[in-house]
T-cell receptor
Framework: DQQVKQNSPSLSVQEGRISILNCDYT??????FLWYKKYPAEGPTFLIS?????DKNEDGRFTVFLNKSAKHLSLHIVPSQPGDSAVYFC?????????FGTGTSLTVIP | DTEVTQTPKHLVMGMTNKKSLKCEQH?????MYWYKQKAKKPPELMFV???????INESVPSRFSPECPNSSLLNLHLHALQPEDSALYLC?????????????FGSGTRLTVV
């Protein structure tokens, strides 16, 4: 059973606009969350994290929002750039290992 | 050094071959992980090493044999693999098995079994 779900397999956004990627989880024991970016044939690259004591974390163009009551996580990228085109995975951890979503392929159109 | 280094980057092996994947980190991390990722799927955890001891084996077939010779090095020995084992094999490390802060992935080894 998939404990972390990304229901949108793909997303296309115009350059300069906001990209919003969503992630839902089922396990209330998850207390640490990550977003990873992955280019083809490469390993995941860490983007941004958030712990369950926060509801927002910002790093440059990337902001992660956590809604614990809804068990929902989102990543906002503003402004979107063509170099942001990649597959984005969210991952959640109860403290010992990570569980990954299935990924959302983001295409930023110049 | 803030990287996890995996070698080789690409490997093609026959079903009767024996080969090894190597993972190295010099961040002082005491937890190391092997993941397997098939195309368009999320990474799946295979093994966790905690302080050089195997702590989690996610029911991985015995044709995959992990080894942790020291705190900086993690190997994955491969023998009698099947074509369906072709995947991207990712190594990761973190400071401590109970602390996921600083979780770092390597770039992976792209394995093809023929």
């Amino acid at each position: 059973d998939q404990q972390v779900k990304q229901n949108s397999p793909s997303l296309s956004v115009q350059e300069g606009r906001i990209s919003i990627l969503n992630c839902d989880y089922t396990n209330s024991m998850f207390d640490y969350f990550l977003w990873y970016k992955k280019y083809p044939a490469e390993g995941p690259t860490f983007l941004i994290s958030i712990s369950s004591i926060k509801d927002k974390n910002e790093d440059g163009r990337f902001t992660v929002f956590l809604n614990k009551s809804a068990k929902h996580l989102s990543l906002h990228i503003v402004p979107s750039q063509p170099g942001d085109s990649a597959v984005y995975f969210c991952a959640a951890s109860p403290g010992n290992q990570f569980y990954f979503g299935t990924g959302t392929s983001l295409t930023v159109i110049p | 050094d803030t990287e996890v280094t995996q070698t080789p980057k690409h490997l093609v092996m026959g079903m009767t071959n024996k080969k090894s994947l190597k993972c190295e980190q010099h961040m002082g991390h005491r937890a190391m992980y092997w993941y397997k990722q098939k195309a368009k799927k999320p990474p799946e955890l295979m093994f966790v090493y905690s302080y050089e001891k195997l702590s989690i084996n996610e029911s991985v077939p015995s044709r995959f044999s992990p080894e942790c010779p020291n705190s900086s090095l993690l190997n994955l020995h491969l023998h009698a693999l099947q074509p369906e084992d072709s995947a991207l094999y990712l190594c990761a490390s973190s400071q401590d098995p109970g602390v996921v802060d600083g979780y770092t992935f390597g770039s992976g080894t792209r394995l093809t079994v023929v």
